[in-house]
């Protein structure tokens, strides 16, 4: 059967758009297929922070004996060696090199500003002049440059299989065929039966769940690639970020000045905490804490801004419309928010102790010990329930391949970014561990399905 192109790419965000201007540059003609009626999906909307080791911008920033060698000793440690280690082998291995590639299409990063993004002591998340946003428009100016097809509202709804190959996609009843495909169609975010199905961690939050993705985040390539005879992996992993819930910003922290305890009525980490373990630490203690602080610090709130949840102003309000808790003594307070009185006054205590000596004596918050000992007192529910990125998906070899039932490549299927779930631990790596790594497999899988691509037409050997 003749084919329209040499390689589909369903999605057109970083992993997309990396893996068609790879493959066109491999020799192969290309169509990226779009869901939306815009390139990007969640790429557009992100920071596009890329973590990688060895790069030529950490060695300007003087940082000159970082590795990638390094970089996977830490990430298997990190994740207690609970991920397929072929695979953040060959994120660690060709990040550096992928990142290189971004600059030299014009992506601005700078020495300055490259910074510890996750719990690790290396200087490793890269974060673009211009973010997710500026780095989707120089690729998708590469497509369009290499005269790259690209068609918008074209949601891919079937994958074409012949002779146990994939050889083409179904867009409702449009067929497009071709030597290879390349899933690239993002995360599940939006799709609230796979957040229920994929990630039990949060759907317990149930309508306090929200997403930060691109609209199209619907985990298509699950689907797809399960039709296919696909593996998947990374089960109820993913990315939470706390929230108070009042609203739909984005505020990945919550403010230092507090204390964060548990329905037990402990505090259970530093507050400055990074926000990479977080919701694993939520986890440990219920699902759900309380920022509990008191009124002369609700006052001075301003003087150390977090987002528009955390001002004097708002809290008061909400405090007024019954959506957190106040009262006069900790006693109520404990009451009222259901949290175990007699240890949240033995946590208070301690804690103005640790504020008095100026140091906390228990979580080493370096930031904001300000005593809890004026009332009205408040608390203030707290949940890890924003979703950042999902880490359930397509298995993939380190070359990108999709992974089969009998352990083997399903022929001419290939997975990068979001919708691969092979990649990711319990605990993220950090700013960038997502965007970097969907820019890496989107090259190596546009390379890759190019080979395979022009080897079943007998154009290379
Ligand atoms: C606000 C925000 C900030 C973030 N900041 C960072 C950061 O700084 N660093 C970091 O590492 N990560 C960050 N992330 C996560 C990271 O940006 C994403 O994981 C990454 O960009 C995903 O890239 P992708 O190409 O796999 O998917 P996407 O960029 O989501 O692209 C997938 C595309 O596929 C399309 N699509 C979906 N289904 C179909 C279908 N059936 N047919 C055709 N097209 C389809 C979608 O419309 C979308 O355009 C952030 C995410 C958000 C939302």
Request: charged share 20%; hydrophobic share 40%.
């Amino acid at each position: 059967m003749s084919r329209d192109y040499d390689v589909i790419v369903i999605g057109s965000g970083a992993a997309g758009l990396a893996a068609a201007v790879t493959a066109h540059d491999a020799g192969a003609s290309v169509i990226v297929l779009e869901a939306d009626n815009i390139v990007g999906g969640s790429s557009r909307l992100s920071g596009g922070h890329f973590y990688a080791a060895g790069t030529s911008i950490q060695r300007e920033a003087g940082i000159t004996d970082d590795s990638a060698e390094d970089m996977f000793s830490y990430y298997m440690t990190l994740n207690q060696w609970l991920v397929e280690p072929a695979v953040a082998r060959a994120y660690c291995d060709n990040a550096a090199p992928t990142f290189e590639w971004m600059r030299s299409l014009g992506v601005q990063y700078l020495p300055e500003r490259v910074y510890i993004s996750g719990i690790d002591t290396v200087p490793r998340g890269h974060p673009p002049e211009g973010e997710g946003l500026a780095v989707v428009k120089i690729l998708d100016a590469e497509r369009i440059e290499r005269d790259i097809d690209l068609a918008l509202m074209t949601r891919a709804t079937g994958l074409i299989e012949e002779n146990g190959e994939v050889v083409g996609v179904t867009a409702g009843d449009q067929e497009v065929r071709a030597g290879a495909v390349i899933i690239a169609s993002g995360g599940f975010g939006h799709n609230p039966e796979f957040v229920e199905k994929y990630w039990p961690d949060a759907h317990e939050h149930g309508d306090r769940v929200w997403a930060i993705s691109g609209p199209k985040a619907m985990g298509d390539g699950i689907t797809l690639g399960e039709q296919a005879g696909a593996t998947s992996a990374g089960f109820n992993r993913g990315l939470l970020l706390l929230t108070p819930g009042f609203n739909r910003d984005l505020e990945v922290a919550v403010p230092p000045w507090c204390i964060l305890v548990s329905r037990e009525g402990r505090r259970f980490t530093a507050e400055t905490a990074p926000y990479t373990v977080m919701a694993g630490l939520f986890k440990r203690n219920g699902f759900v804490a309380y920022a509990v602080f008191d009124e002369e610090t609700r006052k001075q709130a301003d003087d150390m801004p977090v987002g528009p949840s955390w001002t004097s102003e708002a809290l008061l309000n909400y405090a007024e419309q019954g959506r957190i808790f106040r009262s006069e003594s900790l006693e109520d307070l404990a009451e009222q928010a259901k949290i175990n009185v007699a240890p949240l006054l033995g946590t208070v205590e301690k804690y103005n102790e640790s504020c008095a000596d100026g140091v906390d004596h228990d979580y080493f918050k370096p930031i904001g010990l300000s005593p809890i000992k004026t009332p009205p007192y408040y608390a203030v529910e707290v949940r890890p329930s924003v979703i950042a990125w999902t880490g359930y998906g397509l298995r993939i070899g380190p070359e990108t391949n999709v992974v089969g039932k009998d352990e083997r490549p399903v022929q001419g299927l290939f997975a990068a970014g979001e919708t691969v779930g092979t990649l990711h631990g319990d605990r993220y790596i950090g700013g960038g561990g997502s965007f970097g790594p969907a820019l890496t497999f989107g090259r190596i899988s546009g390379r890759e399905a190019a080979r395979h691509a022009l080897e079943t037409a007998g154009l290379i050997e």
